[in-house]
């Protein structure tokens, strides 16, 4: 393209969108726009880059070396819509105006960019609305995501998607992200017995008094649990090498104590072991955080367990011992999530990894990138498939609500043609279906797509927001979507349409485009 092309029009725009939402669902969020744009800062090619594109283009010119040698971004405009909003088929994410060139050599790093980043921040915002509000969504998934820049982009936009924390500590602090995680099953099992507890005393918690043997009082604590009438039956003794592991990491972390209690046995060890040390604990004024249920039936042993809890609150009589945090992890995903919902269950968080980082149920989102004007000429893609013919030319698009809130509809329209105007009559038109079409009269409408990089230019343009920010945008659209948009079975598609005159503009410019054929 870049060496069989003139590059000497400044403004060809191409659109980058897609075709389908993801995961059998009716929205997707879009991310990805802050790399995309720090792509464009930082683009250039270096000496070594440029010699290995002569040695791999046969019959490459100096003429072309040098023209790569002064490439960069100064001449590209790129319009977007604000990262972390709900967006929809066919409607552009982002506008890229410039030599055709130039911004050809963008298609693949922004496709890159923005395909895993709205798919993996979709997936996300999938899983908070079928956990609820209430849940703390916590990111595990870094030991199963592709690759090391995988892990970091996958905690950044489940983040971003409105998961509240994660367990990758690189992701943490490259964005501010809330750091969450337990100890593994393999710091439980690499302790043999009490004995190996060296340092065994703890301040407490003011610092005005110190237990000097901390594992005395754990164990002095397990005795009482023991003889509560309210778990007779439910365990006798506990695997010592665990309350030894639980002690430690008490001593260790004492205000933060969050224990993994499914190494041996749920209830007649991991339970009783962790009520122990939470109750040592307690006495010294600290808090225990909660547990981590990882493997077995989590609707069943989160239930038995917050029965524990609050059986040793009644019985010991210490306050608020029966609302200890029940997280629940071993591969979840949204159907096991609702599952869990539907079975009641006592988990207060989840924590989810492979499903949810790797976007098992799908690959990728198929984002497409297509030139829709070249020299101020309307330029359209055809296809047997309608799906895949793309909308010519450079437009506006448009978010109309209606009387109750709602987003109603997402209208494009040609660059210059007049703006919806609010309590005004519209007709929105199915791009490709003449029979698919609506009377809107607008209560509010907001344009989507702002510029967000001018090159060079000295005009004003979108500035980059922090991710919180990012964050609480997606959070926002999404609690103010139709209820029927959102709902995982049979949703309610969301309305794409384009005004009358692109309608008319589209069909006739299909019709110049396509050959005609010719029957014998």
């Known amino acids: 393209m870049l060496t069989g092309k003139p590059a000497n029009n400044p403004n060809d725009p191409f659109d980058l969108y897609f075709r389908k939402n993801p995961f059998g669902g009716e929205y997707t969020i879009f991310a990805g726009l802050e790399e995309c744009i720090k792509f464009l800062a930082n683009f250039t090619l270096t000496d070594e880059e440029i010699d290995f594109v002569r040695d791999s283009l046969p019959g490459c010119e100096e003429a072309f070396c040098d023209y ?81 820049d995988g892990a970091i982009s996958a905690s950044k936009y489940c983040y971003l998607g409105g998961f509240d924390a994660t367990s990758n500590v690189a992701a943490g602090r490259l964005f501010g992200i809330p750091l969450r995680g337990t100890h593994s099953h393999a710091f439980v099992s690499s302790f043999m017995s009490l004995d190996e507890i060296v340092d065994k005393a703890l301040r407490s918690s003011d610092g005005k008094t110190t237990c000097e043997d901390f594992v005395n009082l754990v164990q002095t604590c397990l005795a009482k649990i023991q003889n509560s009438s309210s778990v007779t039956g439910i365990f006798s003794e506990t695997n010592k090498s665990e309350l030894a592991a639980f002690t430690s990491y008490a001593l260790a972390f004492p205000s933060a104590f969050l224990a993994l209690v499914d190494t041996y046995d749920v209830m007649k060890s991991g339970i009783p072991n962790f009520c122990a040390v939470a109750l040592a604990l307690n006495e010294l004024g600290y808090k225990a955080v909660g547990i981590r249920l990882d493997s077995g039936d989590l609707a069943y042993l989160s239930t038995e367990a917050r029965k524990f809890f609050c059986g040793v609150e009644r019985e010991l009589n210490v306050p608020d011992f029966g609302k200890m945090i029940i997280t629940a992890s071993n591969d979840l995903n949204e159907e096991t999530v609702d599952a869990l919902n539907k079975q009641g269950h006592e988990v207060d968080a989840f924590g989810i990894g492979t499903n949810l980082v790797t976007c098992y149920s799908q690959a990728a989102l198929g984002c497409v990138f297509k030139l829709v004007e070249i020299n101020n000429q309307p330029r359209i893609k055809l296809s047997e498939d309608v799906t895949k013919v793309s909308i010519p030319c450079k437009k506006r698009t448009y978010r109309l609500f209606g009387k109750e809130g709602y987003p109603l509809v997402d209208i494009m329209t040609g660059e210059n043609e007049p703006p919806p105007k609010v309590g005004e009559r519209l007709l929105c038109r199915h791009p490709f279906n003449e029979s698919k079409r609506a009377y809107v009269v607008p209560q509010r409408v907001e344009e989507l797509l702002k510029c967000y990089w001018r090159g060079n230019a000295d005009e004003a343009r979108e500035e980059l927001e922090p991710l919180k920010e990012i964050r609480n945008r997606c959070i926002k659209q999404l609690e103010n979507m139709r209820p029927d948009h959102m709902r995982r079975l049979n949703p309610t598609p969301y309305k794409v349409s384009v005004s009358a005159k692109l309608y008319d503009f589209i069909h006739f410019l299909w019709l110049n485009e396509a050959p005609v054929g010719e029957l014998h």
């Open 68 to 148: 790569l040698r002064g490439l960069d971004c100064s001449d590209i405009e790129v319009y977007a819509v604000s990262e972390g909003s709900v967006v929809f088929p066919k409607v552009p994410l982002l506008r890229i105006e410039g030599p055709v060139a130039v911004v050809q050599l963008l298609e693949t790093p922004f496709l890159n960019l923005v395909n895993y980043a709205s798919l993996v921040a979709t997936n996300a915002a999938r899983h908070r609305f079928v956990a609820g509000k209430s849940k703390l969504l916590l990111e595990f998934g870094a030991r199963r995501a592709q690759g090391p």
